[in-house]
């Protein structure tokens, strides 16, 4: 039997606001355990959250980037249930009334496009740490990240395979950066991702029993889990068996997915408004001001490249993924406006110096875009050979500096005197007359071994397209 | 008269003459707190020493020609409000020991105003009740006669007034816990517009409900009192940013161009005909005063008293998770497994009250009941909202009795809380409407109990209820009458 998967997820973005959603805390990361807390966000008695305005702006850009509704009127609620990194008792978050809903973003996946909807996005506070001691059954609260603002983001169950939902999360991650909203780190936590994923025989209309997919800290793992739990319930359904309603951990260290303990996963969260919280009203003129303030998004940047620069749309795709991606390509272009080339550099050489992920936040690169356009130049001057500015290229990442003092320092000026060269050829020629001897036959080919001959002796310097000439002119002697 | 016997404006008359120290006025309160508080027992926590280092900070204020309102006027406070560096229960075992490194909006503005706070007054458990009989620290008593209840959940302050145990008091009322005990003590009371006065600091009880009031010994310390409290504070967002009037203003001479509205729900079977008679004759002398009156029909007033129980609960449901063992106060430090801590530490901190009110909210707001209860109790509160809309393009204000009866004895209804509940009926309408109300004064039983009369009036119109209660204490003659 033919199954289709039925993906849907949920993203937990943190929002880069410098104070805390209901209370004037800072949201720096890496402080010592609790000392970004107050009275508000410790829930001490009598205390009372105050919504920090940003916040909903940056879930107002948010909803406008992907096309949303956005709520006129937005409430609060409370989501109530016990656990120590939730001083409350509640999380204050938001239920029948979000701020936007309705949206969709387009993904690229298996060589097609769709679109991906959106059920919606509301505004929560984050809740804090627990520490468990490993040497004694003690476990420590750490609430400095408590409050930090979030938004969930809730696609609908329209993502049909695990790297579909790769693709997905990687839009949703690309167009949270370009608003500069979310610094988007997996690894501390500031983008998280849960999934729904079920499988139903292909043209059946009833969705299939679901499992909720938790504990994928990376785009990696989420699709290894998806793939993994795909393969579970695709065996069980082949062998009759039922699939159970449950929650799953992905444990990437053994590359499978473990049931929580139902005890766990047991809530019954009692929504209701929270009191504490007037109702926000958006106007018009509010989300027209917000709309104005959006900068160009991925999908925009990456037609723009295509028709503008002239960039193959694959091309354009991977450039635009990331906002520093593009920032640092168009940085660079405004020095060396060979697109193409440039691209094919940032693509091949870059990004396999700094490897996957990393590539994503390319403002850390030690290469600047201006040094970058001026190496290219000197492979075009004909300063340096396309091989040797490879070499080139990695002394650049490892010491940051500029193409001319690398070339300089390392003595990698590209042989262009004729009588210089002719004189090495004429010495290998003389020392090869077996091939000299072919080459004069006819046979052209030989004409590489020379060329290598000449690679190697001059260290590479000899500039390529002088060497096949002077060979040539040498051998016709 | 003895100085903790007089008014604030009274005694700011003498303070500002030089006549008097505060440091006296609060000696001489201390002093009536050492004869009669072991019979009232008012108090949770007494500061003595620091209430005395207060009144000469007054002094010294005063003698730089600075001072507010209420400089160097001993008050009690009700203990839901945090007080810096001074410990606060809301009368409950679960916060023990809780000493706030903060102090409410309303405390800081009466230290402002350069008010002496002696204590914090006794209360129900987290505001939870109608006789203050649910308190983990004692139960108050009726200063007009020891064997009943002075009320609740403001018990504390009520008694602490009508028994000259300070000059003032802040109290809370969530459904009425100002102004029953201000009837049953024979003191005015006054729960403000919902927004009027900040509630931060105020361990909260029922949040979309709850608002912080003064008790006080006449009308003009009323208006003194909640001037000094009232306005907008960024740290409640419930707060409302509108000015506040000079509420002595109001106080004149007569009611002339005043309706008042006699809502007839409020004078149903079960009212105690002393209670009613009482009220008629207020209703008399605003009359008298100039008021024109009018009969008002409220038709969902009945529904008001399930509508309260259901929503009042469930927001305190919520409010006192906090309250779990894990960063303050009590915890059972024999549990060693979470849940087992979690559940022993509230099963003892909490009193059955609380415990009661927890487990109605918790069981009305769960899934599959939500519609049933708490969206039910939300649209009676948009329709008794509505009846109020109604009835203020009528006239001004509402006048009723505060209470159906008067004080009960102590004990005779612990283990009815049905019959307290139902009790509220008079004074819940005005939370849910977020309105403000009032109790003042305007009669005794023939056993000699106070017996209030209740103005309402619609929102931020207190200037309102200022006036015409003015005038009725003006034209009855309780002024001076004292319990003890
Ligand atoms: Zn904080």
Same mark, same amino acid.
């Given at each position: 039997?033919?199954?289709?998967?039925?993906?849907?997820?949920?993203?937990?973005?943190?929002?880069?606001?410098?104070?805390?959603?209901?209370?004037?805390?800072?949201?720096?990361?890496?402080?010592?355990?609790?000392?970004?807390?107050?009275?508000?966000?410790?829930?001490?008695?009598?205390?009372?959250?105050?919504?920090?305005?940003? $916040? $909903?702006?940056?879930?107002?850009?948010?909803?406008?980037?992907?096309?949303?509704?956005?709520?006129?009127?937005?409430?609060?609620?409370?989501?109530?249930?016990?656990?120590?990194?939730?001083?409350?008792?509640? /999380?204050?978050?938001?239920?029948?009334?979000?701020?936007?809903?309705?949206?969709?973003?387009?993904?690229?996946?298996?060589?097609?496009?769709?679109?991906?909807?959106?059920?919606?996005?509301?505004?929560?506070?984050?809740?804090?740490?627990?520490?468990?001691?490993?040497?004694?059954?003690?476990?420590?609260?750490?609430?400095?990240?408590?409050?930090?603002?979030?938004?969930?983001?809730?696609?609908?169950?329209?993502?049909?395979?695990?790297?579909?939902?790769?693709?997905?999360?990687?839009?949703?991650?690309?167009?949270?950066?370009?608003?500069?909203?979310?610094?988007?780190?997996?690894?501390?936590?500031?983008?998280?991702?849960?999934?729904?994923?079920?499988?139903?025989?292909?043209?059946?209309?009833?969705?299939?029993?679901?499992?909720?997919?938790?504990?994928?800290?990376?785009?990696?793992?989420?699709?290894?889990?998806?793939?993994?739990?795909?393969?579970?319930? +695709?065996?069980?359904?082949?062998?009759?068996?039922?699939?159970?309603?449950?929650?799953?951990?992905?444990?990437?260290?053994?590359?499978?997915?473990?049931?929580?303990?139902?005890?766990?996963?047991?809530?019954?969260?009692?929504?209701?408004?929270?009191?504490?919280?007037?109702?926000?009203?958006?106007?018009?003129?509010?989300?027209?001001?917000?709309?104005?303030?959006?900068?160009?998004?991925?999908?925009?940047?990456?037609?723009?490249?295509? /028709?503008?620069?002239?960039?193959?749309?694959?091309?354009?795709?991977?450039?635009?993924?990331?906002?520093?991606?593009?920032?640092?390509?168009?940085?660079?272009?405004?020095?060396?406006?060979?697109?193409?080339?440039?691209?094919?550099?940032?693509?091949?050489?870059?990004?396999?110096?700094?490897?996957?992920?990393?590539?994503?936040?390319?403002?850390?690169?030690?290469?600047?875009?201006?040094?970058?356009?001026?190496?290219?130049?000197?492979?075009?001057?004909?300063?340096?050979?396309?091989?040797?500015?490879?070499?080139?290229?990695?002394?650049?990442?490892?010491?940051?500096?500029?193409?001319?003092?690398?070339?300089?320092?390392?003595?990698?000026?590209?042989?262009?005197?004729?009588?210089?060269?002719?004189?090495?050829?004429?010495?290998?020629?003389?020392?090869?007359?077996?091939?000299? /001897?072919?080459?004069?036959?006819?046979?052209?080919?030989?004409?590489?071994?020379?060329?290598?001959?000449?690679?190697?002796?001059?260290?590479?310097?000899?500039?390529?397209?002088?060497?096949?000439?002077?060979?040539?002119?040498?051998?016709?002697? | 008269?003895?100085?903790?016997?007089?008014?604030?404006?009274?005694?700011?008359?003498?303070?500002?003459?030089?006549?008097?120290?505060?440091?006296?006025?609060?000696?001489?309160?201390?002093?009536?707190?050492?004869?009669?508080?072991?019979?009232?027992?008012?108090?949770?926590?007494?500061?003595?020493?620091?209430?005395?280092?207060?009144?000469?900070?007054?002094?010294?204020?005063?003698?730089?020609?600075?001072?507010?309102?209420?400089?160097?006027?001993?008050?009690?406070?009700?203990?839901?409000?945090?007080?810096?560096?001074?410990?606060?229960?809301?009368?409950?075992?679960?916060?023990?020991?809780?000493?706030?490194?903060?102090?409410?909006?309303?405390?800081?503005?009466?230290?402002?105003?350069?008010?002496?706070?002696?204590?914090?007054?006794?209360?129900?458990?987290?505001?939870?009740?109608?006789?203050?009989?649910?308190?983990?620290?004692?139960?108050?008593?009726?200063?007009?006669?020891?064997?009943?209840?002075?009320?609740?959940?403001?018990?504390?302050?009520?008694?602490?007034?009508?028994?000259?145990?300070?000059?003032?008091?802040?109290?809370?009322?969530?459904?009425?816990?100002?102004?029953?005990?201000?009837?049953?003590?024979?003191?005015?009371?006054?729960?403000?517009?919902?927004?009027?006065?900040?509630?931060?600091?105020?361990?909260?009880?029922?949040?979309?409900?709850?608002?912080?009031?003064?008790?006080?010994?006449?009308?003009?310390?009323?208006?003194?009192?909640?001037?000094?409290?009232?306005?907008?504070?960024?740290?409640?967002?419930?707060?409302?940013?509108?000015?506040?009037?000079?509420?002595?203003?109001?106080?004149?001479?007569?009611?002339?161009?005043?309706?008042?509205?006699?809502?007839?729900?409020?004078?149903?079977?079960?009212?105690?005909?002393?209670?009613?008679?009482?009220?008629?004759?207020?209703?008399?002398?605003?009359?008298?005063?100039?008021?024109?009156?009018?009969?008002?029909?409220?038709?969902?007033?009945?529904?008001?008293?399930?509508?309260?129980?259901?929503?009042?609960?469930?927001?305190?449901?919520?409010?006192?998770?906090?309250?779990?063992?894990?960063?303050?106060?009590? +915890?059972?430090?024999?549990?060693?497994?979470?849940?087992?801590?979690?559940?022993?530490?509230?099963?003892?901190?909490?009193?059955?009250? $609380?415990?009661?009110?927890?487990?109605?909210?918790?069981?009305?707001?769960?899934?599959?009941?939500?519609?049933?209860?708490?969206?039910?109790?939300?649209?009676?509160?948009?329709?008794?909202?509505?009846?109020?809309?109604?009835?203020?393009?009528?006239?001004?204000?509402?006048?009723?009795?505060?209470?159906?009866?008067?004080?009960?004895?102590?004990?005779?209804?612990?283990?009815?809380?049905?019959?307290?509940?139902?009790?509220?009926?008079?004074?819940?309408?005005?939370?849910?409407?977020?309105?403000?109300?009032?109790?003042?004064?305007?009669?005794?039983?023939?056993?000699?109990?106070?017996?209030?009369?209740?103005?309402?009036?619609?929102?931020?119109?207190?200037?309102?209820?200022?006036?015409?209660?003015?005038?009725?204490?003006?034209?009855?003659?309780?002024?001076?009458?004292?319990?003890?």
């Amino acid at each position: 039997m033919e199954f289709e998967t039925v993906i849907g997820l949920e993203v937990h973005a943190q929002l880069k606001t410098k104070s805390k959603i209901f209370c004037g805390c800072t949201t720096a990361f890496g402080n010592p355990p609790n000392t970004n807390t107050c009275p508000v966000c410790l829930g001490m008695p009598g205390v009372l959250p105050v919504l920090n305005k940003t $916040v $909903v702006e940056y879930a107002m850009k948010m909803a406008l980037a992907t096309n949303c509704a956005i709520g006129p009127m937005n409430q609060f609620a409370r989501k109530n249930y016990f656990y120590p990194d939730l001083p409350k008792g509640y /999380q204050i978050s938001q239920f029948d009334l979000p701020i936007a809903e309705h949206g969709w973003v387009e993904v690229e996946a298996g060589g097609k496009t769709r679109r991906i909807g959106l059920t919606r996005i509301h505004m929560e506070e984050d809740a804090g740490k627990l520490i468990h001691d490993e040497r004694e059954p003690k476990s420590y609260v750490d609430l400095n990240r408590t409050g930090v603002p979030l938004i969930e983001i809730v696609s609908e169950p329209d993502i049909r395979s695990p790297e579909e939902a790769a693709a997905y999360l990687r839009k949703l991650h690309a167009i949270l950066r370009y608003l500069d909203i979310c610094d988007g780190n997996m690894q501390e936590g500031s983008f998280r991702c849960d999934a729904n994923i079920s499988l139903r025989p292909v043209g059946q209309k009833e969705f299939g029993t679901r499992t909720e997919l938790k504990n994928m800290n990376s785009f990696k793992n989420v699709q290894k889990a998806l793939e993994f739990e795909v393969r579970r319930q +695709r065996d069980r359904l082949l062998d009759g068996e039922k699939i159970t309603q449950e929650t799953l951990l992905w444990d990437a260290d053994r590359n499978v997915t473990n049931a929580m303990r139902s005890k766990e996963e047991a809530h019954d969260y009692r929504y209701f408004p929270d009191p504490d919280l007037v109702p926000v009203v958006i106007t018009e003129a509010w989300i027209e001001a917000i709309r104005a303030t959006l900068p160009e998004l991925p999908d925009d940047r990456k037609r723009r490249f295509v /028709q503008q620069l002239g960039l193959p749309e694959d091309d354009a795709a991977v450039l635009t993924s990331s906002r520093e991606l593009a920032d640092y390509f168009e940085a660079a272009y405004a020095r060396y406006p060979n697109a193409k080339k440039l691209g094919n550099w940032l693509m091949t050489e870059l990004m396999r110096l700094m490897k996957g992920e990393e590539a994503l936040d390319i403002s850390q690169c030690p290469v600047t875009p201006e040094n970058l356009a001026a190496l290219l130049a000197m492979i075009d001057a004909g300063t340096i050979s396309g091989k040797i500015a490879k070499t080139v290229f990695e002394e650049m990442m490892v010491s940051g500096k500029d193409p001319e003092t690398v070339v300089k320092e390392k003595g990698l000026v590209q042989m262009s005197d004729q009588g210089e060269i002719m004189a090495i050829v004429k010495e290998i020629i003389a020392a090869n007359p077996e091939q000299a /001897q072919q080459f004069r036959e006819g046979k052209t080919k030989v004409m590489g071994f020379f060329v290598g001959q000449l690679m190697k002796q001059t260290g590479g310097k000899a500039n390529p397209g002088l060497a096949n000439e002077l060979f040539v002119k040498a051998l016709g002697e | 008269m003895e100085l903790h016997a007089l008014t604030i404006h009274a005694l700011q008359d003498l303070l500002a003459k030089g006549e008097i120290s505060s440091l006296e006025l609060t000696r001489s309160v201390l002093d009536r707190i050492d004869a009669v508080e072991d019979k009232v027992r008012a108090y949770i926590t007494l500061d003595r020493n620091n209430a005395l280092a207060q009144a000469e900070g007054a002094d010294e204020q005063r003698k730089r020609g600075e001072g507010g309102s209420l400089c160097g006027i001993p008050l009690s406070i009700k203990d839901v409000l945090c007080t810096k560096g001074l410990r606060t229960t809301a009368g409950s075992k679960i916060l023990e020991p809780f000493i706030p490194p903060y102090d409410a909006t309303v405390i800081e503005k009466l230290r402002v105003e350069g008010a002496v706070i002696l204590g914090k007054a006794s209360m129900d458990e987290f505001a939870m009740g109608s006789a203050n009989e649910n308190c983990a620290y004692g139960v108050p008593k009726n200063p007009w006669n020891l064997a009943h209840v002075c009320g609740g959940s403001s018990g504390g302050s009520a008694a602490s007034v009508a028994a000259d145990e300070c000059i003032a008091s802040l109290g809370s009322d969530t459904g009425g816990s100002i102004r029953q005990p201000a009837s049953h003590c024979g003191i005015v009371g006054i729960k403000p517009t919902y927004g009027r006065v900040s509630r931060f600091g105020l361990l909260a009880y029922a949040s979309s409900l709850d608002q912080v009031g003064p008790l006080t010994k006449d009308v003009r310390d009323a208006a003194i009192m909640l001037k000094a409290i009232s306005g907008y504070d960024p740290r409640d967002s419930t707060s409302v940013n509108q000015p506040v009037p000079d509420y002595t203003a109001a106080l004149g001479a007569d009611l002339n161009g005043l309706t008042i509205g006699i809502p007839k729900e409020y004078f149903g079977a079960g009212l105690d005909p002393e209670v009613e008679q009482a009220v008629r004759k207020g209703i008399g002398l605003l009359t008298e005063a100039g008021a024109k009156t009018v009969e008002i029909s409220l038709p969902h007033t009945e529904y008001g008293v399930a509508a309260y129980y259901i929503i009042a609960p469930a927001e305190a449901s919520s409010n006192l998770a906090r309250y779990d063992g894990v960063r303050y106060g009590f +915890r059972d430090h024999d549990q060693h497994e979470l849940l087992e801590m979690y559940r022993h530490s509230r099963s003892q901190g909490f009193g059955e009250e $609380v415990k009661r009110r927890i487990i109605i909210g918790t069981y009305a707001l769960s899934s599959g009941y939500y519609d049933a209860y708490y969206k039910k109790a939300s649209q009676v509160r948009t329709l008794i909202v509505q009846d109020y809309a109604k009835a203020f393009s009528q006239c001004d204000l509402l006048v009723s009795p505060v209470t159906p009866a008067p004080a009960w004895k102590i004990g005779e209804k612990i283990d009815d809380p049905l019959s307290v509940y139902l009790s509220d009926i008079l004074t819940i309408c005005t939370n849910l409407a977020g309105l403000p109300g009032m109790s003042v004064p305007c009669g005794m039983s023939s056993s000699g109990l106070p017996i209030g009369l209740q103005l309402q009036a619609s929102h931020f119109a207190e200037e309102k209820i200022f006036r015409a209660a003015y005038a009725l204490e003006q034209r009855l003659d309780l002024a001076g009458k004292k319990p003890m």
